[in-house]
């Protein structure tokens, strides 16, 4: 069973950068895709990013430019750097994973973390 932790959130003005942390833990076998989604009050939970297991990445257009996802596998820990913020990046940004446990090593499985909260205000 693998867990997702984030860290990172807050509060923070226009234009300024966050950087956000999402470190996998527990017993399994492999992690595949990673990434973040958001979801704002009253709004559906929307793609931010993702990074496969091989690097390749994938943003959301409205996030193009200024946000960017990175892993390091070895510590099975993904980021993303948030910058020039905007107050309609203020949202609840969640960890997302695609993992295999031992018993079924080639059966992914999507995972979730709680949410960190981005907060972005004068």
């Known amino acids: 069973q693998v867990q997702l932790v984030e860290s990172g959130g807050g509060l923070v003005q226009p234009g300024g950068s966050l950087r956000l942390s999402c470190a996998a833990s527990?017993?399994?076998?492999?992690?595949?895709?990673m990434g973040w989604y958001r979801q704002a009050p009253g709004n559906q939970r929307e793609l931010v990013a993702t990074?496969?297991?091989?690097?390749?990445?994938n943003y959301a257009d409205s996030v193009k430019g200024r946000f960017t996802i990175s892993r390091d596998g070895a510590k099975n820990t993904v980021y993303l750097q948030v910058n020039s913020l905007k107050p309609e990046d203020t949202a609840v940004y969640y960890c997302?994973?695609?993992?295999?446990?031992?018993?079924?090593?080639?059966?992914?499985?999507?995972?979730w973390g709680q949410g960190t909260l981005v907060t972005v205000s004068s």
């Open positions: 997302n994973a695609w993992s295999s446990s031992w018993s079924k090593p080639y059966q992914y499985r999507e995972v």
């Open positions: 527990g017993s399994f076998f492999s992690i595949r895709t």
């Open positions: 990074v496969t297991s091989a690097g390749s990445t």
